[in-house]
């Protein structure tokens, strides 16, 4: 009985190790990094304690860009949780044939690196060459500034991220349907269950720890963008489309300052882990057995 | 009657639906088809009369293009057993006990995510290197293995499970580790097919480990190679585009081959 | 099990190799610049051929993650022996000085190799302040304005090769193409600080003076941003270029906009099949108060922390020296950062490659030779001190602050007191930091 408290360790000894070894440790010394001024030629870094974290607020830059991060998130965490149930629902429906198939086509967004989905994007929303445009040509309607108005770059980008991430998702859920006993339903049918009553009484409630799966990491991910507007549209019109990784990203590579960029990674990080924290906090997950 | 309305609307949806999603993929796999300079035609050419396979045959030829695919395939293949492995035992930890700093251990691995990887890649690389994973398949292959987004699918799935089978097991004597291995993973077809599929995307897809862990052009990966094409000024996109297409393949292969685990009826059998 | 037989082989193969072979290996980062990538293939087989005791390992990276990675070898304690690079000053302090190799290599006195070598000033100035060599000036692109041989025939437009040719008469020309319905744009123009820097010396304008001030909002600057906007607001150039991100060239590739505002790197791209299915030729670039056409070397530079220093200066010595660089510049197009070669001028081998970098060139030399501060401010601004080190770190606030005239968000003035304060400050960060 003494040994079973043992147990969870064991069992997560392997995967946390590699963990340990290869990313917390090196993101402890990328934290000491942050306590560093780093030279803009490869010399010797000068230890400045804080005051790359107070460097960060002295403007608004990093802040603008995190907000606009969150915003974001905002948008496109509902759009994919939409889109991916959805697709899920109707990929598990008896009535819809050659689903296995189908499956497959919604998939494929998401394994796209982003320099082809950028691209792709930019075919589809050019203002001059792009196919929606000219679509809209052959209709007599007006052409539209897809990734030239700040607005309008801002809700593409959240469309694009959902069309990019929605098949992912689709396969957790798909994963998370197929596992509610079947017995429910039939018990329900029996009960006289409308499909909208099976749907909210029965699949909601069961998919629950995979919505959660899937709302947080949905969160990372739109929170981590960077590469589809860094290619599309270079983070603008303006600064419209600048998420707080690209800042980590500019600050790192372009303005060759380490220390910095280390400072606001963890500022992320924190931020992430507080934004999590909550989310699971507000959906009192967790059913342990002793 | 009725049930035949709801059926057509289901399928009208689902070819909208897949009308959106697909047709920007099959833009794509058209144009690289199409020589440079219909690329980016004006007006878009849905349907042009020189489509050549000529761009597959020089892109095939400008690299050593067998060796990356291989391994792609070698690191593919190993780290993905490896993922399954240890993200089903620790996800099993942490979905079917409670232990003390189980939740900080769950965090941490979890907001580990959130750290860019291009910021910590220098003490990564310190780290490789004084392992002696450089220039080598171990490197690309157990570093990525653990993936906290596979330890979380895990753990989501397994906390559905009934508790009460577990709870039988033990009165009945099993060990901790024969109710892992006899009574959950049976059960985990769904979750291990879902996991297999990412994993294989991942480790396929994965650019940034390649780029830190590989300085030798003979260990080069898929996406390394298809990263050549990028230069200064310009990209090569006739050499990009077809392999980009054709390194979707695997995966597509891969997503057909596992997604007919994702049909249970283990499920209904267990339970009674 | 036909895996595990295929890991073994390779493995085996990799072990004989290691074990049966006196070679020493020089790890060579590289990135490409147009199709550049079969040449320094080809020069480097032949470099092994010459001398079988090394060989190279090509290190292809994209260019995009170049810098990542490059510099995480470095800090990692494992640099490549040999790298490409656009620029030495963030290698200074671990470039390796091959002055002690030149003589023994070249037969002439480092002083001499120096100044026939150095095309660009860069070489020269790093040996002035530290007497070192760190690094060879290679090659050097030039900007270049390309055109459409089919559009200015239907728009009735002679292309001129030789200068005096005004921004005004540019503009005229412009404006005839569009209004002719030969295309629907006029040009399209590569959204960078460098390529848009061409107008500011143009029109007179620099982005340092002397006494390291940023001085890019002066009368000249804020006319290269007025003109530089008038030809959006006149729809001539695509917002989407510079607003989005849409690369330049696919509006010349389309045959959307008729000139192109690029380099010399796009030459044998050009000159490929299938990249454009019209006729193209190049032009001088248009001049304001000033002839300037803007180059920039890329160099080849050796770490210090190599195991064979001698090798790799004469790889080095070898890959610059002048039939070497002539056999490359030959297969680019490309201009040979090289003194002595850039007086003697190269032939190209082709007739058509010949007129195209005549006319780049004779441009080139004009620009050079003339006409007060320029280059030296181009010096100044990009390439060598302090100064060059803020541009080169802080250049995305300057196409930042470029795209915001272009949108309307700020005036051209507004737009370059912008970069001007920002420029200022960090210069000031930097010389607080370094004291």
Redesign the interface.
């Known amino acids: 009985m003494k040994l079973r408290k043992f147990i969870p360790y064991i069992f997560l000894a392997p995967a946390f190790s590699i963990f340990l070894i290869f990313i917390i440790y090196p993101g402890v010394l990328g934290f000491i990094v942050s306590m560093y001024r780093t030279p803009y030629s490869f010399g010797q870094s000068v230890f400045v304690g804080f005051n790359n974290y107070l460097s960060i607020f002295e403007t608004t830059s990093f802040l603008d860009a995190l907000l606009r991060t969150f915003l974001f998130s905002l948008l496109v965490v509902p759009t994919i949780y939409c889109f991916s149930l959805g697709l899920a629902l109707l990929m598990t429906s008896p009535s819809v044939k050659a689903k296995s198939v189908l499956r497959v086509f919604f998939f494929l967004p998401s394994v796209l690196s982003g320099v082809i989905t950028a691209l792709i994007w930019d075919w589809m929303l050019n203002y001059d060459f792009g196919f929606l445009n000219n679509l809209f040509t052959v209709l007599g309607l007006r052409n539209l500034p897809f990734l030239l108005n700040p607005t309008y770059a801002f809700l593409s980008l959240v469309l694009i991220m959902s069309w990019a991430a929605s098949g992912f998702f689709m396969v957790i859920f798909i994963a998370g349907i197929q596992s509610i006993p079947q017995e429910l339903y039939e018990a329900a049918e029996i009960d006289g269950a409308s499909t909208f009553e099976k749907f909210t009484f029965i699949t909601l409630p069961m998919l629950k720890p995979t919505s959660i799966l899937v709302i947080i990491l949905s969160t990372i991910q739109s929170m981590q963008l960077f590469d589809i507007p860094f290619v599309l549209t270079g983070g603008g019109p303006g600064e419209s489309t600048t998420f707080a990784v690209e800042k980590v990203y500019n600050t790192a590579f372009i303005n060759l300052n380490m220390g910095l960029a280390s400072a606001m990674s963890f500022i992320l990080f924190l931020v992430f882990l507080t934004i999590g924290i909550l989310q699971f906090k507000v959906s009192r997950e967790g059913q342990f057995l002793a | 009657m009725k049930k035949s309305v709801k059926s057509i609307f289901l399928n009208v949806l689902t070819y909208i639906l897949l009308f959106l999603f697909f047709f920007p993929i099959f833009w794509l796999v058209l144009s690289s088809f199409r020589p440079s300079y219909d690329l980016y035609a004006y007006p878009p050419k849905l349907l042009s009369t020189d489509l050549t396979f000529e761009n597959y045959i020089n892109a095939w030829t400008s690299g050593d293009f067998p060796l990356y695919f291989m391994n792609s395939a070698i690191v593919t293949v190993s780290s993905t057993i490896l993922t399954v492995a240890i993200s089903m035992m620790a996800g099993f930890a942490l979905a079917k006990y409670k232990f003390f700093g189980g939740n900080v251990l769950f965090w941490t691995m979890l907001a580990t995510l959130m750290l860019p990887l291009q910021v910590i890649m220098i003490p990564i690389f310190i780290v490789l290197k004084n392992f002696h994973m450089l220039n080598s398949y171990l490197g690309l292959i157990i570093p990525p293995a653990a993936t906290p987004t596979g330890i979380f699918l895990v753990r989501q799935y397994l906390v559905s499970l009934p508790n009460e089978l577990i709870e039988f097991a033990r009165i009945d004597g099993a060990s901790e580790w024969r109710i892992f291995w006899s009574i959950i993973l049976p059960l985990s077809t769904p979750v291990i097919a879902t996991l297999t599929i990412f994993s294989v995307m991942w480790r396929w897809n994965d650019f940034l480990w390649p780029l830190i862990v590989i300085s030798n052009e003979k260990l080069y990966t898929v996406q390394l190679a298809l990263g050549m094409f990028s230069g200064q000024h310009t990209i090569n996109w006739s050499g990009l585009l077809p392999m980009t297409v054709l390194s979707m393949i695997p995966i597509v292969v891969v997503f057909i081959a596992f997604q007919r685990l994702f049909i249970k009826g283990i499920y209904a059998g267990s339970v009674k | 099990m036909k895996?595990v037989f295929?890991?073994l082989s390779v493995l085996l193969v990799a072990v004989m190799f290691v074990a049966f072979s006196q070679q020493i290996t020089l790890?060579f980062a590289y990135?490409?610049?147009?199709?550049?990538?079969p040449v320094i293939q080809s020069l480097i087989a032949q470099y092994e051929q010459l001398h079988p005791d090394v060989k190279i390992?090509?290190?292809?990276?994209?260019?995009?993650?170049y810098?990542?990675?490059l510099?995480?070898?470095?800090?990692?304690?494992?640099p490549?022996d040999i790298a490409r690079a656009?620029d030495i000053?963030?290698?200074?302090?671990?470039a390796l000085n091959i002055a002690p190799y030149i003589t023994s290599f070249t037969g002439e006195s480092v002083e001499e190799w120096v100044k026939n070598h150095s095309g660009f000033t860069s070489m020269e100035y790093w040996y002035d302040t530290r007497h070192e060599v760190l690094g060879i000036p290679w090659d050097a692109g030039a900007h270049a304005l390309f055109y459409n041989k089919d559009e200015f025939a239907k728009a009735d437009i002679t292309a001129p090769s030789t200068t005096p040719w005004t921004w005004a008469q540019w503009e005229s020309a412009m404006e005839k193409i569009v209004n002719s319905g030969a295309a629907?744009?006029a040009l399209t123009y590569e959204?960078t600080s460098y390529r848009w820097s061409n107008l500011l010396y143009q029109a007179g304008g620099q982005i340092w003076n002397e006494n390291g001030q940023c001085v890019i909002n002066n009368p000249e600057g804020v006319r290269a941003l007025s003109f530089f906007v008038s030809l959006f607001r006149k729809n001539l150039i695509?917002?989407?270029v510079w607003?989005?991100?849409?690369?330049a060239?696919?509006?010349f590739?389309?045959?959307?906009a008729s000139m192109f505002y690029?380099?010399t790197?796009?030459i044998p791209?050009l000159m490929q099949k299938?990249?454009?299915?019209f006729k193209w030729g190049v032009m001088p670039l248009p001049m304001d108060k000033v002839n300037a056409v803007m180059t920039g070397p890329k160099v080849i530079l050796g770490f210090k922390s190599t195991k064979y220093p001698k090798q790799v200066a004469e790889f080095m010595l070898w890959l610059t020296s002048k039939p070497i660089l002539t056999q490359w510049c030959q297969k680019l197009g490309a201009i040979p950062a090289n003194h002595q070669l850039l007086q003697e001028g190269i032939d190209y081998g082709n007739p058509e490659l010949n007129s195209v970098m005549q006319i780049i060139l004779t441009d080139l030399n004009k620009g050079t030779q003339v006409q007060g501060n320029w280059p030296a401010n181009f010096e100044r601004d990009w390439i060598v001190g302090n100064t060059a080190?803020i541009t080169q770190?802080?250049?995305?606030r300057l196409v930042?602050d470029i795209?915001?005239a272009i949108?309307g968000?700020m005036t051209p003035q507004q737009a370059l007191n912008d970069v001007a304060s920002y420029f200022n400050q960090q210069m000031a960060n930097?010389k607080t930091?370094s004291k």
């Open positions: 895996r295929v890991i790890t990135f490409t610049d147009g199709p550049d990538l390992n090509l290190l292809n990276i994209p260019y995009s993650d810098a990542q990675k510099s995480t070898m470095i800090q990692g304690g494992t490549p656009g000053i963030p290698y200074q302090d671990v629907k744009y959204k695509p917002e989407s607003v989005g991100n849409t690369p060239f696919s509006y590739q389309n045959g959307l690029s380099g790197w796009m791209e299938g990249t454009v299915n080190v770190t802080y250049y995305p930042q795209v915001n949108s968000t930097l930091s």
